[in-house]
């Protein structure tokens, strides 16, 4: 039982398309994220959901959207596809509070492919 | 922000303790270390932190300095399986992560 699952795993599509990303986590955390990695391996926090709020927005084109409909569940959709936009998504998810710890727990990875 | 400064590789051979260094000499008082690591494009996992004292888990120690500036993740004996690009992070305000380049580490046989 994966605790933060992503999908699909794999992603080629054309530029100028409109296309999804899905995650979930069963660890009942309240906060999610999604990262993106380019080539260079640079991992970045693009978006950040607290109890179903965004509450980190890191300068990332208005192309990409957040959507989540539940704690569990956060979604990544990106309209109008750029070759720049070829990267490694990742999905993660923490708990928030005083007295927690602030542990990532992370997805396997979205390998997304712009042509 | 507390920036971290890493070397960008290291070697270890297999069995030996690995000591992966980092510099956070901005660090303010209430920041966390934290060590994370990636192996092969999977998702980073994380791997241990601490505020002041060292601490040890079933993966790591984790040893900071008595001024904070610095901090050395040590893998006491490691594996092939611990060939990876080991990140140290430290947190900002809130839930807020900033990864950097990162340590590649890479085990020898």
């Known amino acids: 039982d994966t605790a933060v699952s992503q999908t699909p795993k794999y992603l080629v599509t054309q530029m100028g398309n409109d296309k999804s990303i899905k995650c979930e986590q069963n660890?009942?955390?309240?906060?999610m994220y999604w990262y993106k990695q380019d080539s260079k391996k640079f991992l970045k926090i693009m978006f950040s959901?607290?109890?179903?709020?965004?509450?980190i927005n890191e300068t990332v084109p208005n192309r990409f959207s957040p959507k989540s409909p539940d704690k569990a569940h956060l979604n990544l959709h990106i309209n109008s596809l750029e070759l720049g936009d070829s990267a490694v998504y990742f999905c993660?998810?923490?708990?928030?509070?005083?007295?927690?710890?602030?542990?990532?727990?992370f997805g396997p990875g979205t390998r997304l492919t712009v042509t | 922000d507390a920036k971290t400064t890493q070397p960008p590789s290291m070697d270890c051979a297999e069995g030996r303790a690995a000591n992966l260094p980092c510099n956070h000499s901005?660090?303010?008082?209430?920041?966390?270390v934290y060590w994370y690591r990636q192996i092969h494009s999977q998702g980073p996992q994380y791997i241990i932190h601490?505020?002041?004292n060292n601490e040890t888990n079933e993966m790591a120690s984790l040893i900071i300095t008595e001024d904070r500036k610095s901090s050395t993740l040590i893998l006491p004996h490691a594996t092939l399986r611990d060939t990876a690009v080991y990140y140290c992070?430290?947190?900002?305000?809130?839930?807020?992560?900033?990864f950097g380049t990162g340590t590649s580490l890479t085990v020898i046989p």
């Open positions: 993660a998810s923490s708990s928030v509070g005083r007295d927690t710890s602030y542990e990532q727990y």
């Open positions: 660890l009942g955390h309240d906060t």
């Open positions: 959901y607290n109890n179903k709020e965004l509450i």
């Open positions: 901005t660090i303010s008082g209430n920041e966390y």
């Open positions: 601490g505020l002041k």
């Open positions: 992070i430290v947190r900002v305000f809130g839930n807020q992560f900033y």
